[in-house]
């Protein structure tokens, strides 16, 4: 069974390949704009500064943890958007504009990301960085490659499972010249307590979820009245 499990993220990357087009919930990224907008207006239901992106894996179908944990954090008043990997630039794309508008962008920046999400989830935070913005808060499970991150990244969480340590994992993540953040990696894998945990259900973990939430609830203010 474990090898199964550890075979199953060759799958999806060879699935990937072949060209994925999934369902896309979050459609609220603006298309290109002329003149100075008036700032936007708060999204219904969001009490706290922030903005938490949270991108799914493969085909929308192998990341559903993600869907719980963003319910839970509008619960708590938070501004999230859950969308597929494939759509990263897009989101990445607004933020960027929107932070050269009267609107601006609501800090902290938060993104959260499960297999090719995590990997994506990566690109988008460097993307940003390559813009000047920083993201204050990166989570990743399990991602499909190796990646390393940027200077404009303050805290990053990389869980993931493995047989291997460290370095030797092709889900560690590294830290980029010029990174002075906080990074972690921690690998479930080697953890007794998580034995039943794998790829497939590592994002859904409650335990996880829990820890996560409360450090980005953490982060952010309640926005005045």
Same mark, same amino acid.
């Given at each position: 069974?474990?090898?199964?499990?550890? &075979?199953l993220?060759?799958?999806?990357f060879?699935f990937?390949l072949?060209?994925?087009?999934?369902?896309?919930e979050?459609?609220?990224?603006?298309?290109?704009?002329?003149?100075?907008?008036?700032?936007r207006?708060?999204?219904?239901?969001?009490?706290?500064?922030?903005?938490?992106?949270?991108?799914?894996?493969?085909?929308?179908?192998? %990341?559903?943890?993600?869907?719980?944990?963003?319910?839970?954090?509008?619960?708590?008043?938070?501004?999230?958007?859950v969308?597929n990997?494939?759509s990263?630039?897009?989101?990445?794309?607004?933020?960027?504009?929107?932070?050269?508008?009267? %609107?601006?962008?609501?800090?902290?920046l938060?993104?959260?990301?499960? %297999?090719?999400?995590?990997?994506?989830?990566?690109?988008?935070?460097?993307?940003?960085?390559s813009?000047?913005?920083?993201?204050?808060?990166?989570?990743?499970?399990?991602?499909?490659?190796?990646?390393?991150?940027?200077?404009?990244?303050?805290?990053?969480?990389?869980?993931?499972?493995?047989?291997?340590?460290?370095?030797? &994992?092709?889900?560690?993540?590294?830290?980029?010249?010029?990174?002075?953040?906080?990074?972690?990696?921690?690998?479930?894998?080697?953890?007794?307590?998580?034995?039943?945990?794998h790829?497939?259900?590592?994002?859904?973990?409650?335990?996880l979820?829990?820890?996560?939430?409360?450090?980005?609830? %953490?982060?952010?203010?309640?926005?005045p009245?």
């Amino acid at each position: 069974m474990k090898s199964l499990f550890r &075979s199953l993220p060759i799958f999806f990357f060879l699935f990937h390949l072949g060209g994925c087009t999934s369902v896309e919930e979050s459609s609220d990224v603006s298309a290109s704009r002329t003149g100075t907008p008036e700032p936007r207006p708060v999204p219904a239901g969001v009490t706290r500064t922030g903005e938490v992106y949270l991108l799914r894996g493969l085909a929308n179908v192998f %990341s559903t943890g993600l869907d719980g944990m963003g319910a839970k954090m509008k619960a708590r008043g938070m501004n999230v958007k859950v969308f597929n990997h494939t759509s990263w630039q897009a989101h990445a794309n607004d933020i960027v504009a929107r932070s050269k508008e009267r %609107s601006g962008i609501s800090n902290p920046l938060m993104i959260m990301g499960h %297999s090719f999400g995590a990997d994506d989830g990566i690109r988008m935070a460097n993307y940003l960085g390559s813009r000047g913005i920083r993201v204050d808060y990166l989570v990743t499970f399990d991602a499909t490659t190796r990646g390393a991150v940027g200077p404009n990244i303050g805290r990053v969480r990389n869980f993931y499972v493995d047989g291997a340590d460290g370095v030797s &994992s092709y889900r560690f993540v590294t830290a980029a010249p010029g990174f002075q953040g906080d990074l972690k990696n921690t690998n479930l894998g080697k953890n007794p307590e998580h034995n039943s945990v794998h790829h497939l259900n590592i994002e859904k973990n409650a335990g996880l979820h829990d820890d996560i939430i409360q450090r980005a609830f %953490s982060m952010t203010s309640r926005l005045p009245r």
